[in-house]
């Protein structure tokens, strides 16, 4: 293009670069964001900031590296990078990547904890069956 040739059009692209989102559909708290209350969606979530309350997703939630949850969440999957001290029921998996730090009560059908994950609180797995829960509380922080 020549100096006064015509411009194309850019579309600004959603910033996915921390999450496990696919394509712009969604709800992002943003780096540098408090959200404090209670809400429902039925869109994938992206926290990067800070949430304090009550989440009720029907769908995947991810916490970034720099996001912080506190409260009470109930999700269909949580797939944490970031931290959190709250009351989690998932309805499929909860994964903990390498920089999660997770503090509280999980109940879920499918725990996932990498290496270096961070887990001090009670676990309860769930038959995917219903059939007979297993409840395991453990500190993984040495004494």
């Given at each position: 293009m020549g100096l006064f040739g015509k411009k194309e059009a850019v579309t600004p692209?959603?910033?996915t670069s921390?999450?496990?989102f696919s394509?712009?559909?969604g709800t992002i708290i943003a780096e540098g964001m408090t959200f404090e209350g209670e809400f429902f969606t039925e869109e994938q979530m992206d926290i990067r900031?800070?949430?304090k309350g009550k989440i009720n997703s029907t769908v995947d939630t991810h916490i970034a590296k720099t996001g912080v949850h506190e409260g009470i969440m109930n999700v269909k999957s949580l797939h944490l990078d970031g931290k959190v001290?709250?009351?989690v029921v998932c309805a499929d998996v909860a994964a903990l990547g390498p920089c999660a730090e997770f503090r509280g009560s999980l109940?879920?059908?499918f725990f996932e904890a990498e290496h270096g994950s961070d887990f001090e609180g009670s676990l309860t797995l769930r038959s995917p069956m219903n059939v007979?829960?297993?409840n395991n509380?453990?500190?993984t922080k040495p004494e």
């Open positions: 692209q959603a910033d921390q999450s496990s394509g712009n559909n900031g800070n949430v001290n709250s009351e109940s879920t059908k007979s829960p297993h509380s453990f500190n």
